[in-house]
């Protein structure tokens, strides 16, 4: 193989530079050329006015000083589109027009979608693990995970400072989508009394209760983690409460987290105030680990390239490099029981 691709698409990950910077610099090594695509999949399939919009050579400086940035220096988007046969196989017709032979394609779920569906038509493909909510299962970590769990952490360390002060419970909303991964190491790492996330079912009386047992055991201040996607796994009937409380403001079919404290604030007795990380956690330099998983994982994508082995997922386990077929990879999180159980055993009262 003597010209490939690379693209970051999805969300984007602290460590996806990292990454980009390892691909380029392995496959000039190697004596291959590359191309960079820009936004993702939209870069292939080249509808701006000017080319280089779209897709660029890249050459080692292209990947200068990038290692310590957040964010992608290639840009990131989600093709809504590119889910159709007919734009899959627009952009192999583009891919091929300039001579790409083989795609790293750096993100999630989705990204590895993309990437499935390109290979399905002909053209290599390697998946590199790119998003901060570690939901494949095949890894032990994605790149970006570890920047945002720490981000999560520093801002935590600051709402426990106000929360001591004025004796308040906390409730703070990390992302992970339909993942608890960011929700159970932060809450881990911060001494947390509780996570609540998809894979674990709750009622708002659970929490309430577990504020109103850390006040009575003498705690002055309270941190519960909430991951964004833990209202699926919500057991309260809302409407029934809704009628025991009808000035709370929540709605019977959904509840925000500034709502979800002033629920918890009603049941408790205690006082209680919800904070939103959100974008946040996606920004910033990425951490040294973050970095050296891009470059480990980004390097090694383009050795199975040019070795000919085509159509796999890189990811570490065990701090060991491997790589397993990319329609595996796409199998969702696993999930950690003890891990979780860990918050509640080193962080609440009984
Ligand atoms: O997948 C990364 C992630 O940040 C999720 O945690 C979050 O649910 C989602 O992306 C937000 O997506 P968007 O950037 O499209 O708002």
């Known amino acids: 193989m003597k010209r490939i691709g690379v693209l970051t698409s999805g969300g984007d990950a602290p460590g996806m530079n990292a ?73 192999i017709r583009n891919l091929k027009a300039i001579g790409v032979e083989g795609l790293v394609c750096i993100g999630g779920n989705g990204t590895f979608a993309g990437a499935q569906a390109l290979s399905q038509l002909g053209m290599p493909c390697i998946g590199v693990p790119g998003t901060i909510d570690n939901d494949l299962a095949y890894t032990d970590f994605t790149i970006g995970f570890d920047t945002a769990l720490n981000t999560a952490v520093e801002a935590v360390n600051r709402i426990r400072d106000t929360g001591d002060a004025h004796e308040r419970a906390s409730l703070v909303t990390v992302m992970g989508r339909d993942c608890g991964d960011i929700a159970v190491y932060t809450a881990l790492a911060c001494g947390a009394e509780l996570a609540i996330i998809p894979e674990v079912e709750w009622t708002l009386e659970d929490v309430a209760d577990v504020v ?31 009628k025991e409380h009808p000035k709370l403001r929540f709605t019977k079919e959904h509840i925000t987290s500034s709502q979800f404290a002033e629920v918890i604030e009603e049941l408790s007795g205690h006082e209680t105030r919800a904070t939103v990380l959100g974008y946040t956690q ?22 199975l390239l040019r070795d000919g082995v085509f159509n796999r997922a890189v990811g570490i386990r065990d701090n060991q490099i491997i790589d397993i077929p990319l329609m595996d990879a796409m199998n969702g999180a696993t999930f950690d029981p003890d891990l979780y159980k860990l918050v509640s055993v080193t962080g609440s009262i009984k």
Do not use: W
């Open 282 to 303: 996606r920004g910033g330099s990425p951490t040294a680990n973050d970095r050296i998983l891009g470059t480990r994982t980004g390097s090694r994508a383009v050795e």
């Open 19 to 91: 990454a980009v910077r390892a691909v380029v610099r392995t496959a000039l090594t190697n004596n291959m050329s590359v191309v960079g695509f820009k936004r993702g999949y939209n870069g292939i399939l080249m509808r701006s006015l000017r080319p280089e919009d779209d897709y660029i050579e890249m050459n080692t400086r292209s990947v200068s000083g990038i290692i310590h940035k957040g964010g992608t220096t290639l840009m990131t988007a989600r093709c809504k589109e590119f889910h159709k046969l007919a734009v899959q196989k627009e952009a």
């Open 212 to 242: 109103h047992k850390g006040v009575v055991g003498g705690k002055r201040s309270m941190i519960m983690i909430l991951a964004e996607g833990a209202q699926s796994s919500l057991k309260t009937d809302l409407k029934e409460l809704k």
